[in-house]
């Protein structure tokens, strides 16, 4: 047995305290969250932490720990965590009674991953507060469980704390998670700082505390589609024709280098733009660049604007990142009336106040420092820098650029602040969910699907993309007119996929696929894995930003019109209806995207095998996760959705959705006006 082994089956050390591990500065940690708690709370929060330990230790770890919450607000438990270097391992390499339960302990440590987690450290996956655990006794809790767990057990998660393995039966998930899921009058923003503080609940965002982060390739795909529709919205506008080579020297200004927004510069070089993507923090910006996913820093707008001004002009396919304030960018932007084609934002702004937005006039170091020690002064900070952000691009709007909110709560935040954001009673710019991503993906079924390869084997990642690539062509010569564009946008994607380097710790791939793509693919993987053609199990899953697992008012659902858009049925019906029909693990959380009490979300993990088993949870499963969101959008009227739901219908006898019959605006108006 290797000592990594041994580690896991040790879980929390009951004989030794280990020693306490250094503050690493080269670590990119989160920032000092503000003190909220009373006196008799923080008390609470120390009882909370010590429980996970024998009472011997406690005398020692108590004023440790208080430390902790003194000098960071949170009790991470520095000093356990592993001796170990934190990747995903071929699965073969974890202690484990059941093989589907080292799947997830590999994709919880690729979740944990420094390639990939914004703040390893802190448990922090992305987004400034996404975490995948409060603390590190959460964390080797749980990897001891699940080495410990047979296919007839079910290990609880309650917001990062594993509250044990519970006897069940083969076919139900080996782990069911929930993340921030708080009574609904206690959702607010200083509920979450405080409920987390005490170590009762954390923020899992979406796939962090879900173990489905693939690290920036998670939502590359997503944002190369929104950028190439955007551009092809603003190239027919002009009359011209919205193929690849038109979008060359389209400008793209946005800001985040982060963990979600990291994309954003590999999706505009996909595209064939010039995209500009300002980032605040320069460790944040470096990963990146040393990652491959951003062409070359400047921390100097003199020298920046000329570089635009030659890239645009050259039509060139580069990306370039700011390091320094993104409004201080779209400002000078507009002093040098720089024509913008393209804007948007992927700041944390779900998180304006704890570390996801850092206001102009302020370096990093000062920001942070503010956050923590003078926090209602850092919240007009913040919201007179939303203003001025505001104010600058809309006046690069009347020049003529498309701005779209890419789902951070960057409109919600700047109406909060008293921007000039709104017209009508509505926001002037829409979400890309509204524009884009709702009526041309998901209301015709097409979402995040991916899968992770658990032999960690480049090979068996290139056969998954041979192998989803003559599906999507096949599936593309008999898909009806209204998805053609949106089938040939994926295949060229797959068929590239290689060559863009998208891989950042395991080895995993993105493919936005509607249900029959889905099926079919995974039902290929499986048939390959039986075969021997692929080595060892796959994950499948997807991001909770699809068809059905999340509402979102303020993203996914925000193309939904008949009022539902602020109801959390379908996210609450998709997690329980994946976990009784094969889901190896279901997760539900508060929060993710938009931000704490803004969303409810859901997700999914499936090991698939080879196995005639694995066949049924895919043609069973994979059905509903998708087909519950497209008759929820069918219900809203939405077109698309109908149409989609109607041809599935037709496919298979034992579907029955209640279609909605549509009112006349004429009939309906004349009766109200009539009767009120």
């Known amino acids: 047995m290797t000592d990594f082994q041994k580690e896991i ?336 934002d992927q700041t944390s702004l779900h998180n304006p106040l704890a570390g996801g937005y850092y206001p102009v006039g302020l370096s990093f170091e000062e920001g942070k420092r503010m956050m923590a020690e003078e926090p209602e002064k850092f919240k007009e900070a913040v919201e007179a820098s939303l203003r001025r952000q505001v104010a600058a691009i809309n006046t690069l709007a009347e020049k003529g650029m498309y701005f779209f909110d890419y789902g951070n709560a960057f409109l919600l935040e700047a109406s909060r602040a008293g921007a000039d954001i709104m017209e009508g009673g509505h926001f002037r710019y829409p979400s890309y969910v509204q524009d884009i991503m709702g009526p041309l993906y998901f209301d015709y079924g097409f979402g995040p699907f991916r899968w992770v390869c658990m032999s960690e084997d480049p090979k068996d990642l290139a056969k998954t993309d041979e192998i989803a690539a003559a599906v999507l062509h096949e599936e593309a010569r008999t898909a009806p007119e209204e998805i053609r564009g949106q089938m040939h946008d994926n295949i060229h994607w797959i068929e590239e996929a290689a060559k863009n380097k998208l891989v950042v710790g395991s080895q995993a791939r993105i493919l936005y696929a509607d249900c029959e793509g889905r099926t079919k693919i995974a039902l290929g993987f499986n048939e390959a894995i039986r075969r021997g053609e692929i080595s060892a199990p796959i994950v499948l899953g997807r991001d909770h930003h699809d068809v059905s697992g999340t509402d979102s008012p303020f993203r996914e659902t925000s193309n939904i019109y008949d009022g539902s858009q602020f109801t959390a049925d379908m996210a609450v019906q998709n997690v329980i209806g994946d976990a009784f029909r094969g889901a190896t693990w279901v997760s539900i959380h508060n929060g993710g995207g938009v931000g704490w009490g803004e969303v409810v979300n859901g997700g999914f993990g499936m090991v698939i095998d080879g196995s005639e088993d694995s066949a049924r949870h895919i043609r069973e499963m994979l059905f509903w996760d998708v087909n519950n969101g497209i008759a929820r959008r069918s219900w809203a009227r939405n077109e698309g959705a109908g149409s989609a739901i109607r041809r599935e219908m037709e496919r298979t006898p034992e579907l029955k959705v209640t279609l909605p019959e549509i009112a006349g605006e004429d009939l309906v108006n004349k009766a109200i006006k009539e009767i009120f």
């Not at 979740?111 to 996956?125: G, K, M, S, T």
């Not at 024709?241 to 020297?249: A, C, I, Q, T």
């Open 9 to 344: 089956l040790e879980g929390i050390p009951q004989d030794r305290l280990p020693e306490a591990k250094p503050y690493e500065a080269k670590i990119n940690h989160a920032p000092k969250r503000k003190d909220i708690l009373s006196q008799e709370q923080k008390a609470l929060a120390l009882k909370n932490a010590l429980r996970y330990f024998p009472a011997k230790f406690h005398e020692a770890l108590a004023p440790e720990f208080a430390k902790e919450l003194k000098d960071y607000g949170r009790i991470y438990m520095y000093r356990f965590r592993p001796s170990y270097e934190i990747y995903a391992r071929p699965i073969d390499q974890y202690p484990c009674k059941c093989r589907q339960a080292a799947a997830i302990m590999a994709m919880i440590q690729n979740n944990l991953d420094p390639r990939v987690a914004q703040h390893p450290h802190e448990l922090i996956i992305y987004g400034g507060n996404g975490a995948i655990f409060q603390n590190w006794a959460q964390y080797r809790l749980t990897m001891k469980y699940l080495a410990e767990m047979t296919q007839e057990q079910t290990l609880a998660m309650y917001s990062g704390h594993p509250m044990g393995l519970f006897p069940s039966r083969k076919d139900a998930p080996r782990v069911v998670v929930t993340n921030g899921m708080v009574i609904p009058n206690y959702s607010s923003k200083d509920d979450y700082e405080r409920f987390n503080a005490m170590g009762v609940s954390q923020y899992g965002q979406m796939t962090a505390g879900s173990y489905m982060y693939i690290g920036p390739q998670g939502i590359v795909h997503g944002t190369t589609i929104t950028v190439m529709n955007a551009a092809r919205k603003q190239l027919k506008a002009r009359g011209i024709e919205g193929s690849r080579e038109n979008m060359k020297g389209l400008l793209f200004v946005s800001a985040g280098l982060g963990g979600m927004s990291g994309a954003q510069p590999k999706a505009g070089n996909i595209a064939g733009v010039v995209s500009v993507i300002a980032e605040i923090n320069p460790l944040a910006a470096r990963k990146r660049y040393e990652q491959g996913w951003v062409d070359e820093l400047h921390d100097n707008l003199d020298e920046l604007v000329p570089r635009i001004r030659k890239a645009v002009s050259d039509k060139e396919i580069v990306s370039l990142s700011y390091v320094g304030n993104v409004v201080d960018l779209w400002e000078r932007l507009v002093k040098e009336d720089i024509h913008v084609d393209l804007g948007s």
